[in-house]
Structures are given as C-alpha cells and as structure tokens.
C-alpha cells in the first residue's frame, strides 16, 4: 500500500518513529523500496554527492527533474518528496508552484524547500493549491554563503526564538513534516513537542518524530568523494571500501589471465 502524508501525520500522533532517506536513481530507490523505507527524498544533494559540485548551489531543476523521474520509477509506492533546488523558488512564488508542478508530474509526490520568514508565504502559495509541502530550518544548505560555512545554527536566544516562531509559522501554512538540521537537541526537542506535524532530524539529536541521512553516507561512500563524513553521520555498511576492493580483484584477475575463464564463456 502507498504511503501518504496521512501515514506521517498517524505515525507523529501514536509516537511511532520513521526514518527518510535520499534516493538519486532507480536501482537504489527500488532496494530501499525493498528495505520499506516509507520516505524517499530526491534531495538537491544530488549536487555533490552525485554529480560532482562543490555544494547544492549549482545543482538545476532540468537535473533534479531527471533523477526524480528514476526515483519514481522505482519505488512508486514510497512517499517522494522533491528538493527545490537553489534559485527554483527564490524569485516569486509563480516559480515555486511552476518548479512543484513539474516535479509532481514527474512522479514525486511532495516537494521541500528551505528556510523561514519570507518562505512562509510561498509554503502556503503551494500549499492552497493542492501541493504538499515539507519545510526545512536550521542548517539550511543552500544558505551556505550567507551562514559563513556549514555551522551548528540557532545557538543565541534569538536565533532560538525565530527559529521556534518560524516552525510554528510553517506549519500554520500547511507544511506536513519538518526537517530540522544542525541545531542543537534541547531546540529540536522543543520543536518536536510544539507541532503537531512531525519533525525530521539531521544533525539535531534523538528527539525528532524521524531521521533523515544521505544514503552516501549511510553506506559508508562519502568519505571516498568528500572527505570526512559530517559528525551527527552514524555509517551502517563500508560499500566504499566494498567497491574499491572489487574494482581492484577484478583488475588483478584480468591482469593474470584468471577472469574471463571457461566457465564464463559462450560455448
């Protein structure tokens, strides 16, 4: 059976925990279909975890759109949420519903955006015309620019306050769900207890209704094309590791006349 926002809203309202996980292509949304993960998110990390970018900025809607439409292929009966990339919903909010548009005919069926304030707006422009909305605050990584780096965000009491006052905000405008990241847990776990819609944690502690991770860094492959791995990132298998050893055996096998044998060729 599908999974829908409803699921999300009963999971947050018994207390039952879930998890979201990126998705860039069709054979790994088909196997974390498989594993039933309920919430796949072709997320702008695409940028640099897949295509090679420096960060999320460069990453466009004609590449989003074309991962997406892998995704949903492959796992159909997950709940797809789309990241609006950088500069695909900064303009005006006829951008954003064109953008969303785009993705939910491409098979996703939400899409998340990120940041507060002047958002709020454009969450509840989307939201009245029939297209869920998943928010995002804290650490918001197309800001990076503007934040000085990758930093811990809402440590000072004011920054506490707005960020609490635009949960509540985004909410009221009819997001379903909130990611919450890089913000410390005593903040998150406010958060949490305050809305009613369930909040996605990364990098924001034990607290949150769920937890989201790139599935790079999940597996274990981030270290091999960014370096270190973030700290809130717990790596559940070493496939880095896996891939490099079986490309080298491989190598050594043709190399010595070992690979191909008899036994793997046509007769």
Not at 98 to 115: C, F, I, Q, R, T
Not at 224 to 241: E, N, S
């Amino acid at each position: 059976m599908a999974i829908t926002i409803r699921d999300l809203a009963a999971w947050k309202a018994a207390g039952t925990r879930f998890i979201m996980l990126t998705a860039y292509d069709y054979p790994t949304a088909r196997l974390l279909a498989e594993a039933e993960v309920p919430v796949l998110l072709v997320g702008d990390t695409l940028a640099d975890n897949v295509l090679g970018y420096p960060n999320t900025l460069p990453v466009t809607m004609t590449e989003m759109l074309h991962h997406a439409r892998a995704v949903a292929r492959g796992a159909p009966d997950q709940l797809l949420v789309g990241d609006l990339p950088f500069g695909a919903y900064q303009r005006s909010c006829a951008d954003a519903v064109d953008n969303a548009v785009l993705y939910l005919k491409a098979g996703m069926h939400a899409v998340k955006l990120e940041g507060g304030g002047w958002v709020v707006d454009t969450v509840a422009h989307l939201t009245q015309r029939g297209i869920p909305v998943m928010g995002h605050l804290g650490l918001t990584p197309q800001s990076v620019n503007a934040f000085g780096g990758m930093r811990v965000q809402a440590r000072s009491a004011s920054d506490r306050e707005r960020l609490l006052a635009d949960a509540h905000a985004l909410q009221a405008a009819g997001a379903f769900s909130l990611v919450l990241e890089g913000i410390p847990r005593d903040l998150a776990a406010q958060v949490s207890r305050e809305l009613t819609i369930p909040t996605i944690g990364i990098g924001a502690g034990p607290d949150c209704d769920a937890q989201v991770l790139v599935i790079h860094d999940l597996l274990g492959i981030t270290g091999h094309i960014r370096g270190v791995a973030p700290k809130f990132v717990k790596t559940y298998a070493d496939l880095g590791d896996t891939i490099v050893s079986a490309a080298r055996a491989y190598a050594d096998d043709v190399r010595e006349g070992r690979f191909p044998d008899d036994a793997h060729s046509f007769h």
